[in-house]
């Protein structure tokens, strides 16, 4: 799910790139508004945290069916994020994966300088905060550092990848479960241990996680993991009994810790973690816009389709505030030039 690896900045930390537009946040809305910061004529940069786009859908349920966007009765999350990847591609955003966005300083009269904390900037007349829930660090457990990024990990995003593995999911809620049934028909076996006796996640799916023949351990707890270079066995406390289970693969789906992170200091009016934004999606910094799930106004609905809405509303107006005398209302899509979009 990276169709955008092409274009991933590689460049040493330190390195500045300029463009009209800089999105913070390669989620949904922020890879929409990479594809209409381009229909509008504007160049784009994308900055994420994360090393591939999509946001929380590549981190947390690339495989499960989306069913409320627009024009799709159903949608799997990594087809969604691979199609607005693709729907940008004529434009060229680039693309800064695995970079987290730091500091926001006036610019002059150019507009803004976002720092990164690798020490690379992005010069931009406009920017476009699209930062999800903004910065998300996994909840996980002592005996899991050892084997971090060598067996452990927290996202599934290729389950492939673990073909052949004995896996084992920590965690009872709704990714646990679905990381559970994408994994179950790939991976030599699947273990799921949760601390409680009962799922956080639907119902309906945990049904399908036991009829699918996942291993389920409750009211149990990793201890240790042991192994060589790559995490080789777990121990698990359950039912006054350890258990040693082998284990090449362990996923942590704890949850996140959420926060705005560094945007809270950029001088934004924030509400609640939301930043503040007017019906033209502005914040009280001029050439600064917020969209998606970080923005807040009164009687917003937390919906993809709505941040959709807003990523185009935001950067209709950017169009406008970077070129005066640009038209609001874009031209109608139909009527761009057919090589341009093939």
């Given at each position: 799910m990276n169709q955008a690896g092409d274009r991933v900045e590689t460049t040493v930390p330190g390195a500045?790139?300029?463009?009209?537009?800089?999105?913070?946040?390669?989620?949904?809305?922020?890879?929409?508004?990479?594809?209409?910061?381009?229909?509008?004529?504007?160049?784009?940069?994308?900055?994420?945290?994360?090393?591939?786009?999509?946001g929380q859908i590549a981190a947390l349920y690339p495989e499960k069916?989306?069913?409320?966007?627009?024009?799709?009765?159903a949608v799997r999350g990594r087809d969604l994020v691979d199609g607005l990847v693709a729907q940008a591609a004529p434009f060229d955003p680039h693309y800064l994966l695995g970079r987290t966005a730091a500091s926001l300083t006036p610019d002059g009269e150019a507009g803004w300088l976002l720092g990164l904390e690798d020490g690379g900037r992005v010069r931009a007349r406009a920017v476009v905060i699209a930062a999800g829930l903004g910065r998300s660090v996994p909840r996980t457990?002592?005996?899991?550092?050892?084997?971090?990024?060598?067996?452990?990990?927290?996202?599934?995003?290729?389950?492939?990848?673990?073909?052949?593995r004995d896996v084992v999911i920590v965690g009872g809620g709704d990714s646990a479960v679905d990381w559970a049934l994408a994994l179950?028909?790939?991976?030599?076996?699947?273990?799921?241990?949760?601390?409680?006796?009962?799922?956080?996640?639907?119902?309906?799916?945990?049904?399908?996680?036991?009829?699918?023949?996942?291993?389920?351990?409750?009211?149990a707890q990793v201890t240790a993991c042991t192994g060589?270079?790559?995490?080789?066995?777990?121990?698990v406390q359950t039912g006054g009994k350890e258990l040693t289970l082998p284990a090449q693969s362990l996923v942590a789906a704890l949850g996140f810790i959420t926060s705005l992170g560094p945007i809270a200091e950029w001088g934004l009016e924030v509400e609640n973690r939301r930043i503040t934004v007017d019906r033209a999606m502005r914040t009280n910094l001029p050439r600064v816009y917020a969209v998606g799930d970080i923005c807040a106004y009164?009687?917003?609905?937390?919906?993809?389709?709505?941040?959709?809405?807003?990523a185009a509303t935001a950067v209709n107006h950017a169009a406008v505030d970077v070129r005066p005398g640009s038209r609001l209302i874009p031209e109608h899509s139909t009527d761009r030039d057919t090589a341009l979009l093939s």
């Amino acid at each position: 799910m990276n169709q955008a690896g092409d274009r991933v900045e590689t460049t040493v930390p330190g390195a500045q790139t300029t463009a009209d537009v800089a999105v913070v946040g390669a989620g949904p809305a922020g890879l929409y508004a990479a594809y209409c910061a381009g229909f509008r004529g504007l160049s784009s940069v994308v900055v994420d945290a994360l090393a591939e786009p999509g946001g929380q859908i590549a981190a947390l349920y690339p495989e499960k069916r989306i069913y409320d966007v627009a024009g799709h009765p159903a949608v799997r999350g990594r087809d969604l994020v691979d199609g607005l990847v693709a729907q940008a591609a004529p434009f060229d955003p680039h693309y800064l994966l695995g970079r987290t966005a730091a500091s926001l300083t006036p610019d002059g009269e150019a507009g803004w300088l976002l720092g990164l904390e690798d020490g690379g900037r992005v010069r931009a007349r406009a920017v476009v905060i699209a930062a999800g829930l903004g910065r998300s660090v996994p909840r996980t457990l002592p005996c899991l550092h050892p084997y971090q990024g060598r067996g452990v990990a927290h996202h599934v995003p290729r389950p492939a990848e673990h073909e052949g593995r004995d896996v084992v999911i920590v965690g009872g809620g709704d990714s646990a479960v679905d990381w559970a049934l994408a994994l179950a028909p790939v991976a030599r076996s699947v273990t799921v241990v949760h601390r409680r006796s009962a799922f956080r996640a639907h119902e309906h799916s945990v049904k399908q996680m036991y009829a699918a023949g996942v291993r389920v351990l409750t009211d149990a707890q990793v201890t240790a993991c042991t192994g060589g270079k790559h995490l080789e066995e777990i121990r698990v406390q359950t039912g006054g009994k350890e258990l040693t289970l082998p284990a090449q693969s362990l996923v942590a789906a704890l949850g996140f810790i959420t926060s705005l992170g560094p945007i809270a200091e950029w001088g934004l009016e924030v509400e609640n973690r939301r930043i503040t934004v007017d019906r033209a999606m502005r914040t009280n910094l001029p050439r600064v816009y917020a969209v998606g799930d970080i923005c807040a106004y009164d009687g917003r609905v937390p919906l993809i389709s709505v941040g959709f809405g807003e990523a185009a509303t935001a950067v209709n107006h950017a169009a406008v505030d970077v070129r005066p005398g640009s038209r609001l209302i874009p031209e109608h899509s139909t009527d761009r030039d057919t090589a341009l979009l093939s």
